[in-house]
């Protein structure tokens, strides 16, 4: 039986590629990722018995997504049963039939993709016998349930396949940090995948995995006027547009910080600084220990130009207090906020007012520490929109992670897409710093520009579908 079967240029290689245990794809809106990972698969089900899990996090959204493109693809190729005993008739040796209860597609030659969510994880580690396995949306799930994947999914004398697929969205998701770039103890970045080199070259093997890059553009069949709905996001959301458009890392949402920028000048930059003097210095202090982190800010507020300066941090955890407080640059902080204070200063470092007791043991320890005054019920909201109010926000380029956190900082989304304006994408311990730091502050309601850069022109060309013919 002879069949065909378009597909794009752009996946060629990585269709009929089984040579590495990991595949990661990473694409814009409509790229085509998808459809091709369901069609790899399906071809190396044809040709071998093998048992495919595909996993999402929720498990009611794979009916209408994975589980609907694998019927499509099938039914193209007319290769989908719709009777179980049309099915089992032994003529239609290269038959597939998909169903319901449970969710799974069975091939004529004892192949089978099955369906879950990772919303139940006890349904997923009690799987025997998967050899392949396609996490669509991987950036949605937990990376212990990657990690748990990883370690229970085994099959004797069958190459095991890892599919990751997934739009880039933010620079703070498992899988930038464990496949591009991750960021140590010491806040010292330890690049995996250049991200320029990604986008450029778009298959790549490093490390034995195999990266693959998509935009709309690689997608032959994709709709123009999607691609040009596409292209109208760079008027007014510009990052949601790098993401969805040219399928690069950056926030996929509502920024919280849009007037956010890392000092270009480092002379400038300490001049300004220095120029408010000490009484406009502020310090805020974020505990945490095993999750979170201790984020210790100095800051200096230009109140008449309505500027945020961040000059130093203090990012650990796994340390006590005793530990902390011993830590030279906690030290340095100590000694210079001690001298401030002889001198007629009256600074305090600003802390978090739920730990009274972690206050105190510093204060014992010497340091000139007091609790914040604005954090309570409902103040996340009202903190935030106090450091919104700043004209611009400019960080030492040594604040890595307060960089990290708060360049591409967005709001979180509720079940119906609402943004919830005192929820994130993370937990932005340097943010809270900020608010404790600056409690006393006040900052006037000043509006600011959005200005976006002009780059990632969009692309006029078209590219070829190819056909190709399977079967024998």
């Known amino acids: 039986m002879k069949i065909t079967k378009e597909v794009s240029p752009a996946f060629e290689d990585f269709i009929f590629n089984w040579d590495y245990e990991t595949y990661l794809l990473v694409g814009g809106y409509g790229s085509g990722k998808s459809y091709h990972i369901a069609f790899k698969i399906i071809l190396k089900l044809l040709e071998e018995k093998r048992k495919c899990l595909v996993v999402r996090q929720v498990f009611d959204t794979i009916y209408e997504s994975c589980y609907d493109l694998f019927k499509e693809i099938l039914e193209d190729m007319n290769l989908l049963c719709y009777e179980f005993n049309e099915f089992k008739r032994k003529t239609n040796k290269?038959?597939?039939?998909?169903?319901?209860?449970?969710?799974?597609?069975?091939?004529?030659?004892?192949?089978?993709i099955i369906f879950k969510g990772m919303d139940n994880p006890e349904k997923v580690k009690s799987i025997n016998g998967v050899s392949i396995v396609w996490i669509e949306e991987c950036s949605e799930i937990n990376p212990d349930g990657y990690k748990e994947l990883l370690g229970r999914i085994r099959t004797p004398n069958?190459?095991?396949?890892?599919?990751?697929?997934?739009?880039?969205?933010?620079?703070?998701?498992?899988v930038y940090t464990r496949f591009f770039t991750r960021v140590d103890e010491n806040g010292e970045e330890h690049v995996i995948m250049p991200e320029e080199k990604f986008y450029e070259k778009k298959n790549l093997i490093k490390h034995g995995i195999y990266y693959h890059h998509s935009t709309p553009g690689d997608n032959p069949w994709l709709p123009w006027q999607y691609i040009r709905r596409l292209d109208d996001l760079r008027e007014y959301d510009y990052p949601l547009y790098l993401v969805a458009r040219w399928g690069r890392f950056g926030a996929s949402g509502t920024r919280v910080l849009p007037q956010f920028r890392v000092a270009s000048n480092a002379k400038d930059f300490v001049n300004a600084v220095n120029k408010l003097g000490v009484e406009n210095q502020y310090f805020g202090f974020d505990f945490g220990f095993e999750e979170s982190y201790n984020a210790v800010l100095s800051m200096s507020v230009d109140s008449k130009n309505g500027i945020l300066y961040i000059w130093d941090e203090i990012y650990i955890n796994h340390v006590t207090d005793s530990q902390m407080a011993r830590l030279p640059e906690m030290q340095k902080l100590k000694d210079r906020i001690d001298s401030y204070y002889s001198n007629g200063y009256n600074k305090y470092i600003v802390a978090d007012n739920e730990d009274p007791k972690a206050i105190q043991f510093y204060r014992q320890m010497g340091y000139l520490m007091r609790p914040c005054k604005n954090k309570f019920s409902g103040s996340r909201l009202s903190n935030t929109r106090k450091v919104k109010r700043f004209r611009k926000i400019i960080v030492s380029p040594k604040c890595k992670n307060t960089i990290k956190e708060l360049k591409d900082l967005t709001y979180k989304k509720d079940s119906n897409g609402n943004v919830q304006y005192d929820e994130f994408n993370i937990d932005p311990h340097t943010f809270s710093a900020i608010w404790y730091g600056l409690d006393t502050v006040t900052v006037a309601d000043i509006k600011y520009k959005k200005y976006n850069s002009k780059t990632g022109e969009p692309s006029n060309g078209r590219k070829y579908k190819r056909r190709y013919m399977l079967g024998g």
Not at 94 to 112: D, T, V, Y
Not at 162 to 173: A, D, M, Q, T, Y
Request: charged share 15%; with cysteine.
């Open 94 to 112: 290269s038959k597939c039939i998909a169903l319901k209860s449970p969710l799974r597609i069975l091939f004529a030659n004892g192949s089978q």
């Open 158 to 174: 069958l190459s095991m396949h890892f599919i990751l697929s997934c739009n880039p969205v933010n620079r703070e998701n498992w």
